[in-house]
C-alpha cells in the first residue's frame, strides 16, 4: 500500500472549517483514499473515500489533486465534537482489503 | 444490527493465562478484520477473514495468537499464555465486501490489560 504523510496535529476555531492534508506521492491509479477518525478510544469511524473525483457527504468533503498525489479532508463547520484523530489511508483494491493505518493527524477544534 | 458487537468491553489477564475476545460483524458482511492498537499508536493489522475462511493473516503473531469465524457463531481471537506486551485495545471490523469500495465499520474494541 501506498504510505501516507499528514500533519502530526492542527487545531482550528469552532464554527470554521478544518482543512486536514495528507500527502500520498507514491499512490497508484487503482488505489483509494479513505478517511477515518477516531475519538478517544473509541473505534475508527468512516468518514469518506475517493478515487479521482471530489467527493461530500453528510460528514465532511474530500479534495483530491489532479495527480492524485495528494488530497485535503474539509470538515465544513467544525464542532468540538470533531476533535479526534484523523486516518488517511491509501489503500489498494486488490486480494489484500486490509487498510494500513499510518500516525493519523491530532485535530484539536478550540471553543 | 447495524453495528459490529465486541464482547466483553474490558478483560484482564494475569500473565501467562489465556484471553478470548469475541467480535459478531454487521448481518451480511463477509468480511471480517481484526487489528491490534497499543498504548492510542499505531494500529497493527492481524488477521482476516472472509465468511469463515482466514482471508490475510500476515500480521497474526502465531506462536500464541488464533483467530476463528464460525457460521452461526461470533469470530473469535484468542491468544494463548498472554506477555504484558498483548495489553492493548483490540478492534474488530466488518465489510459488506472486501474488495468493493465500501467503508469498513469497526467495533468500539476490547481493552485487554495483561498483569
Known amino acids: 500500500d501506498a504510505k501516507t504523510t499528514q500533519p502530526t496535529s492542527m487545531d482550528c476555531a469552532e464554527g470554521r472549517a478544518a482543512n486536514l492534508p495528507c500527502n500520498h506521492s507514491?499512490?497508484?491509479?487503482?488505489?483509494?483514499v479513505y478517511w477515518y477518525r477516531q475519538i478517544h478510544s473509541q473505534g475508527p469511524q468512516y468518514i469518506i473515500h475517493g478515487l479521482k473525483n471530489n467527493e461530500t457527504n453528510e460528514m465532511a468533503s474530500l479534495i483530491i489533486t489532479e495527480d492524485r498525489k495528494s488530497s485535503t479532508l474539509i470538515l465544513p463547520h467544525a464542532t468540538l465534537r470533531d476533535t479526534a484523530v484523523y486516518y488517511c489511508i491509501v489503500r489498494v483494491m486488490d486480494s489484500s482489503y486490509k487498510l494500513i493505518f499510518g500516525s493519523g493527524t491530532r485535530l484539536l477544534v478550540r471553543p | 444490527g447495524e453495528e459490529v458487537a465486541q464482547t466483553p468491553k474490558h478483560l484482564v489477564r494475569g500473565e501467562g493465562q489465556k484471553a478470548k475476545l469475541y467480535c459478531a460483524p454487521i448481518k451480511g458482511h463477509s468480511y471480517v478484520f481484526w487489528y491490534q492498537q497499543v498504548l492510542k499508536n499505531e494500529f497493527k493489522f492481524l488477521i482476516s477473514f472472509q465468511n469463515e475462511n482466514v482471508f490475510d493473516e500476515t500480521g497474526m503473531p502465531k506462536e500464541r495468537f488464533s483467530a476463528k469465524c464460525l457460521p452461526n457463531s461470533p469470530c473469535s481471537l484468542e491468544i494463548q499464555a498472554t506477555k504484558l506486551e498483548d495489553s492493548a485495545v483490540y478492534f474488530c471490523?466488518?465489510?459488506?465486501?472486501?474488495?468493493?469500495?465500501?467503508?469498513?465499520?469497526f467495533g468500539s474494541g476490547t481493552r485487554l490489560t495483561v498483569v
Open positions: 507514491t499512490i497508484s491509479g487503482n488505489e483509494y
Open positions: 471490523a466488518s465489510s459488506l465486501a472486501g474488495g468493493g469500495a465500501d467503508g469498513y465499520t
